[in-house]
């Protein structure tokens, strides 16, 4: 049996149709993995890229993706709503089947070192991926941004993994990781008040006191003309979905404030799926099957976690 | 004006009425400080004690009230539900108005050593007090509770911080503290099933990926024939109540199972209930003034977060 790895590089574009299409097209049709699924964000101007398969095969890809990125983004350029150090931000391999995280890891600086040395850009490893404490958490990693890391890699402490300590004068930075599969999650609220959206993830969010693996931040998406809470799950089996988006709710309802949709961002394994299933169904004193089908798995999620612009394909499993 | 501690002395006794009036005796009518409160428990077989005032006045008291619990409770015959390692389980010293945190600790200090000096009873310094970061958390320090201190007291590492390494025979060890004010809360559920609260209580907990500050278990109240989701919330302020009791009321609905009630244990600041009711105000669309009388905080209290055995007298402004 193949192993597989999910790889999802983020790039911050995601406004330019052309430049996006021309950017995914180096990953089509490539021989052993697919280009599962890409999802540009006007609001946040990057786009989340998801690669499932042979990890042998995925790194070469990469690279090039990232050469293609180089050519086509000038960060001194882009702004967004999503914080980035680099015009592609990072590159996380997710271990799936039959591979271990240790492999990840050796497969993830493989990449860094391949993408440093062709074309000089500076990489920081982090999550399992990372040498160093300070460096797990990413977003100690991308503070400054791309604007403040000019400054910053020149301090000892933040000398990157590979590179010397000069960010690309155009592309930034990259961070390189590996990690478990983690959870992008938003919840749009019906108003436009950002400060609302943001007393709400205060109350989620752990390092306002929140769950546990719970980060969480407001975000105005002005296409949309609503705010959502942004999160990231980084464990989904202790803190569910249906208990974040419940919170949610009952945090909402004190602004009189609408929880009106949700949304994944990227691919997710079908269990995250049904341990959420399983609550509401109980909650109706139902018999639940976690053996039912990816579409009875999307249609019920649709239902009960009032999911936006989701499908079957966004299930992992769908796509192996 | 005077400076006012709030200190919790906790004692492994909360069945035998005649034991427990004779050991709080020695708290009343004492000059420079107020017993406001103490409440036995009899399946915890616990009473907590709260005193309030002058700190100079209250570490005396404590002494000898220590003095009277050794005379009465031999802690190898006690048993209960609640975890205990001594006869006097805890001190912890509260700083409530004009006194600082470290003059908390100097009083816990004092306290400690005039225990020792007279009963010879091994003392842990624990909470704001540690001497060792190990020690910070109370559990840590009572695992394995009277049955297990024996041995465990003998190794270096668990030397206690007053005493020798050797617990007192028939009364154990004490934990004396000093802490910002801490909520001990509980939620009944309708059922006797303690699987299911413990599986609410880890949804929460911060141990099992709940909520940053709250430490819960389950725990079966044979007298009252239901079981009850037990818990410290160590920050009201980030953790509020309100929002613990609906997580549990979420978390309770898939077992298809009702929460009744709810209780405090101990005295807690209005703050407290003013950041509860505040949240139950808004959602009703409701002006809320957190100026209100301590009566109506009490009757709201009781409306929307459906409290037991609750009154005035437990709210600790009451008592200034």
Redesign the interface.
Known sequence: MARIVQCVPNFSEGRDIQKIEAIVEVLKNKEGFKLVNYEADKDYNRTVVTLLGDPKYIVDAVVEFTGKVLELIDMNFQSGEHPRMGAVDVIPFIPIEDITMEECVVYANETAKKINDKYAIPIFMYAEAANEKTRVKLPNIRKGEFEGMKEKIKEPKWKPDYGNALIHPTFGVIGVGARIPLIAYNIDLKTDNTKTANAIAK?IR?S??????VQAGPVYLEQRGHVQVTMNIL?YK??PIY?IF??VK??A????VKVTNSELVGLIPKDTLIRSL??YF??Q?LDFNKEMSLEEVTKYAIQYLSFRDFDTLKIIESNI
């Open positions: 109350a752990f306002s006191g929140g769950f546990r693996h464990d202790k803190n208990r419940e919170t009952m945090e309802a004190r602004y009189q399983r609550y109980k909650c004193g």
